[in-house]
C-alpha cells in the first residue's frame, strides 16, 4: 500500500542555518504530495503541496519539489528561523476520495 | 464556527470505560477525517467519512472503535472498554471536498489518558 517514509528527528539547527527535511513516499501512481506543520500548542495546518511530477510547492520560504524519478519530496529552507520550530509531516493522496496518508513526523528545534 | 471544533480538549479515563470524542467540522465540509496521533507513531488514520458514509474505515485498530457522522456534520468517535494503548491525542479533520489534491483544515485534537 501507499506509505510515506521522514528523515527521523528530532533536527537541532542554529538560526539562518539551511534545512533539508527529507521524504520518500511509495505509490502505484501519481499522488498529490503534502508538508503540514504543526507549531507548538497549535493544530496541524498545511504548509505546502505539489500536485505533479516536477511541480515546486512553496509557502513561508519552505520548497519542496515533486520528484518522480526519486519518488521524494524534500522540505528546505534557505535560513531558518526559531519561529520555525515545529513539527513537520509529510504526507500523500493517491486518488481523490481516500485519505491523506502521513508520514512519522520529523521534530524541528531551531535556536538563536 | 471559523475552524475545526474537538471537544472536550482532554479526557481522562479508566481502563474499561467508554469514551465518546466529538468533531464540529467547518460547515459545508462534506469530507471528515479521524486520527490518531501518538508518540513516535506519527499521525495513523482513522476512518474517513463522505457525507453521513464511512467509505475506508479500515484504520479503525479493534472492534472496540467505531464512528458515525449525523446530518453532514457532527461526528463522534466512540472507545469502548478502553484500555491504556489507546492514549493518544485523537484529531479531526475536514475538507470541503474530496479531491486529490485537497487541502485537510485539522481541530486541535483531544488528549486522550487512560489510567
Known amino acids: 500500500g501507499d506509505s510515506v517514509t521522514q528523515m527521523e528527528g528530532p533536527v537541532t539547527l542554529s538560526e539562518e542555518a539551511f534545512l533539508t527535511i527529507n521524504c520518500t513516499y511509495t505509490?502505484?501512481?501519481?499522488?498529490?504530495l503534502f508538508w503540514y506543520v504543526q507549531y507548538p500548542g497549535e493544530g496541524l495546518q498545511l504548509l505546502l503541496k505539489a500536485t505533479k511530477a516536477d511541480d515546486k510547492g512553496s509557502n513561508k520560504g519552505f520548497e519542496a519539489t515533486y520528484r518522480k524519478e526519486t519518488t521524494s519530496f524534500h522540505l528546505e529552507k534557505g535560513s531558518v528561523q526559531v519561529s520555525d520550530s515545529a513539527v513537520y509531516f509529510c504526507?500523500?493522496?493517491?486518488?481523490?476520495?481516500?485519505?491523506?496518508?502521513f508520514g512519522k513526523g520529523t521534530t524541528l528545534s531551531v535556536s538563536s | 464556527g471559523a475552524g475545526v471544533s474537538q471537544s472536550p480538549s482532554n479526557k481522562v479515563t479508566e481502563k474499561g470505560k467508554d469514551v465518546e470524542l466529538r468533531c464540529d467540522p467547518i460547515s459545508g465540509h462534506t469530507a471528515l477525517y479521524w486520527y490518531r496521533q501518538s508518540l513516535g507513531q506519527g499521525l495513523e488514520f482513522l476512518i474517513y467519512?463522505?457525507?453521513?458514509?464511512?467509505?475506508?474505515k479500515s484504520g479503525l485498530p479493534s472492534d472496540r472503535f467505531s464512528a458515525e457522522r449525523t446530518g453532514g456534520s457532527v461526528s463522534t468517535l466512540t472507545i469502548q472498554r478502553t484500555q491504556q494503548e489507546d492514549s493518544a491525542v485523537y484529531l479531526c479533520?475536514?475538507?470541503?471536498?474530496?479531491?486529490?489534491?485537497?487541502?485537510?483544515?485539522f481541530g486541535s485534537g483531544t488528549q486522550l489518558s487512560v489510567l
Open positions: 505509490a502505484t501512481g501519481y499522488p498529490s
Open positions: 479533520a475536514s475538507s470541503p471536498g474530496t479531491a486529490t489534491n485537497e487541502k485537510l483544515f
Open positions: 504526507a500523500l493522496r493517491e486518488q481523490a476520495g481516500t485519505a491523506l496518508i
Open positions: 467519512f463522505q457525507g453521513n458514509s464511512a467509505p475506508d
